[in-house]
């Protein structure tokens, strides 16, 4: 399974959700612009001493992740989905899609993706989770559906 951040601004978010990968084993997908250096240290001090277990890859563009992968299934996380993501049956192949803390998604990118475009259930009144909860949530969800895949229980 894999995570995809879309232009990820703040790396104390990036640094906890490549922790959350290296604990997992699911690959992280960077698509730039990142609003950060990878060498930054509250980005490495957030993933502490686990960066050597989590296999990251970066991309230039979405369209260029979905060319590397035309046959996967995507899942694009947004508060405005109409679809809450424990409807989904998540396989193990699967890309779960988040968007930039400040701005989530592209709404082009939401649109065209409309029918596997999802949410996770909150209070009208609030905004958003932030990103690395709604990652963890999203992903314990489908690690959950899979049995948890090579995890301890």
């Given amino acids: 399974m894999h995570i995809v951040l879309v232009e ?6 990036t640094g906890n959700i490549a922790r959350l ?4 084993g699911l690959a992280l997908h960077l698509v730039r612009p990142l609003g950060f250096s990878t060498d930054d240290k509250y980005l490495k001090r ?4 686990y960066w050597h277990l989590v296999q990251i890859f970066y991309h230039d563009s979405i369209e260029e992740l979905f060319e590397a992968d035309a046959d996967a ?10 679809r809450i993501y424990t409807e989904i049956s998540f396989t193990q192949d699967d890309y779960l899609v988040f968007g930039k803390e400040t701005a989530g998604l592209p709404e082009d990118l939401l649109h065209a993706h409309w029918d596997t475009t999802v949410k996770i259930p909150m209070r009208s009144e609030a905004r ?3 990103l ?8 314990y969800e489908a690690l959950r559906q ?8």
């Fill in 46 to 49: 957030a993933g502490l001493d």
């Fill in 146 to 153: 899979l049995s948890f895949p090579s995890l301890q229980a």
């Fill in 128 to 130: 958003s989770l932030n």
């Fill in 132 to 139: 690395s909860n709604a990652v963890a949530i999203a992903s």
């Fill in 73 to 82: 299934s995507y899942y694009f996380f947004s508060t405005k989905a109409d």
């Fill in 8 to 13: 990820p601004e703040i790396p104390g978010n």
């Fill in 21 to 24: 990968c290296a604990a997992t």
